[in-house]
């Protein structure tokens, strides 16, 4: 199998907040692979912005630090790496004052695609949208990107999205979330809509239930002072976790375009139910030898913040009525994985009588690592003595199916970036969908912060607090085992 790589229309993409970790690890690196594949045509240019004071020489050397760091050595020929950086250069910006904006009017180029990228927190969303209008930057075809978290709450998603529609309209506002840039997670609406396999079996006649599992091996680290105002609720589940379930969950849209997707996503958000109490789970991870426990990371003994959640969710349309959806995130848990798991209901009759192994088929789309797709199937274990059933995998990774070229199947931040250039917004969430999810999200928050809820304490590298399996096994079900 031979992947195309078509080139996107030459650009200018200006990231502000361009010195910064977001822009070293992800998004110069990835931009830096999109060119070794041969996919940014030789007219790109990309202008990094920032407070700091750099000259283009220390701008071009810390990104050939980070590609040296961030990119897979057979990709890093010196001439390529080169090439690349000449492409390069830096501007010295104040994002709340004047200083710079002149210099980067007389920079941009009229006949090529603009973007603006905002690697930098929300408080600059406001100042960076006014600057690009009133220093005559922006156009109505300029696009900008913004990165997550869009807004604390309802309230504030808002405001930003006020601020935002004041300088730019809807068409130009790409708010990123990595997840949907999955090759997986792209793959799952490839098999609902392209497969007549499923889709007849997608819906609450056939599917006893639904798992979503976010784990992640990692604390906290740096991020703290962050976290510790988020949690996992805001961290995961509002965005990254709310867009899986609406992908496994939505309507077909009538086409693959970027509104028609989005309608149907948010069609989903809004029938979602009200969660109980009773329904949700939430933990703090203890510490361990490998390292200090979510209280000591945060330096606040009296957090009430959750670094794991589970919840079960129900969804009130013709589809899905009856059908609970369980999702699982959390930090310091026992393996690094990601996968949605459908699990269809026993057949109605067994000819076979009882059998202890017999299972039902489950379909698993694993999201990280080795992503692929895997569903599970009973057959007859071979050999004599009656009909004895056994399950196994109809196996599919990556990896296998498409041999070496799955090794460079681009990461989230590449496609997405490209998307932007290409002006597709398929894969980007639209404003009325950010807040029909902080919507549903800020009840639920209250209702345990009127409480004064506790996180229950949990074992670092296990899989979460002990009521988060009570919450499945009350309804006579278990979470798929956490495992890498």
């Given at each position: 199998?031979?992947s195309r ?10 990231i ?9 690890r ?19 240019r990309?202008i ?38 000449e ?10 004052g ?29 100042d ?14 300029s ?17 930003l ?32 809509f392209?497969?007549m ?10 599917v006893?239930?639904i798992?979503i599992?976010?784990a ?8 703290g ?11 995961m589940?509002q ?50 030898s490998?390292?200090p426990?979510?209280l000591?990371d ?10 794991f ?13 009856g ?8 930090k310091?848990?026992?393996?690094r ?7 269809f209901?026993d ?15 489950v379909?698993v789309i694993r ?14 274990e071979?050999?004599?003595?009656g009909?004895r ?11 296998e ?9 681009p ?11 290409r002006?597709?917004?398929t ?26 809820d506790?996180?229950?304490?949990y ?11 009570m919450?499945?096994?009350k ?6 085992e956490?495992?890498?």
């Amino acid at each position: 199998m031979v992947s195309r790589v078509i080139p996107v229309d030459p650009f200018d993409l200006i990231i502000f907040g361009g010195t910064g970790d977001l822009a070293r690890r992800k998004i110069l690196p990835a931009l830096y692979r999109r060119f070794w594949a041969g996919q940014m045509p030789p007219e790109a240019r990309i202008i990094g912005a920032a407070r700091a004071a750099h000259d283009d020489a220390e701008y071009r050397a810390m990104i050939r630090a980070a590609i040296g760091e961030f990119v897979a050595p057979e990709k890093q020929e010196p001439a390529t790496v080169d090439a690349f950086l000449e492409r390069v250069r830096y501007l010295t910006l104040d994002a709340r004052g004047d200083d710079g904006w002149d210099a980067l009017c007389g920079m941009m180029r009229k006949g090529v695609v603009q973007a603006f990228y905002f690697s930098v927190g929300p408080g600059l969303f406001g100042d960076l949208a006014e600057r690009l209008h009133r220093h005559g930057i922006a156009d109505a075809e300029s696009r900008i990107v913004v990165e997550k978290p869009f807004g604390h709450d309802l309230q504030s998603a808002r405001a930003l999205n006020a601020t935002l529609a004041q300088h730019f309209n809807e068409h130009q506002i790409y708010r990123i979330d990595h997840y949907l840039g999955k090759e997986t997670v792209q793959n799952l609406m490839a098999v609902r809509f392209g497969n007549m396999l499923f889709e007849p079996l997608w819906n609450a006649r056939n599917v006893d239930h639904i798992q979503i599992t976010v784990a992640e091996t990692v604390g906290v680290g740096g991020r703290g002072d962050y976290y510790d105002r988020s949690g996992a609720m805001r961290d995961m589940v509002q965005n990254h976790m709310m867009q899986l379930l609406c992908l496994i969950a939505m309507e077909p849209p009538y086409a693959f375009e970027s509104d028609a997707v989005r309608d149907e996503k948010l069609k989903v958000i809004r029938a979602l139910d009200p969660v109980a109490p009773g329904d949700i789970v939430r933990g703090q991870y203890g510490g361990d030898s490998s390292g200090p426990g979510y209280l000591e990371d945060v330096e606040n003994p009296d957090s009430l913040t959750e670094s794991f959640i589970a919840l079960k969710v129900h969804i009130s349309n013709w589809r899905w009525k009856g059908t609970p959806f369980y999702l699982r995130t959390g930090k310091r848990m026992r393996a690094r994985t990601s996968e949605i798991a459908i699990v269809f209901k026993d057949p109605p009759h067994s000819i076979f009588g009882v059998q202890e192994r017999q299972k039902a088929n489950v379909l698993v789309i694993r999201l990280q690592p080795n992503e692929g797709i895997n569903l599970r199937v009973t057959i007859k274990e071979p050999g004599p003595g009656g009909m004895r059933l056994v399950e196994v995998p109809l196996d599919m990774s990556f990896k296998e199916a498409l041999g070496p070229e799955a090794e460079d199947i681009p990461d989230a931040y590449e496609r997405l970036i490209m998307d932007v250039i290409r002006g597709n917004q398929t894969l980007f969430m639209r404003g009325d969908e950010v807040e029909a999810a902080w919507a549903w999200t800020d009840p639920i928050i209250a209702d345990w912060e009127e409480r004064g809820d506790r996180p229950r304490p949990y074992e670092a590298g296990s899989s979460g607090p002990e009521d988060a399996l009570m919450l499945m096994h009350k309804d006579g079900r278990r979470w798929r085992e956490v495992k890498a």
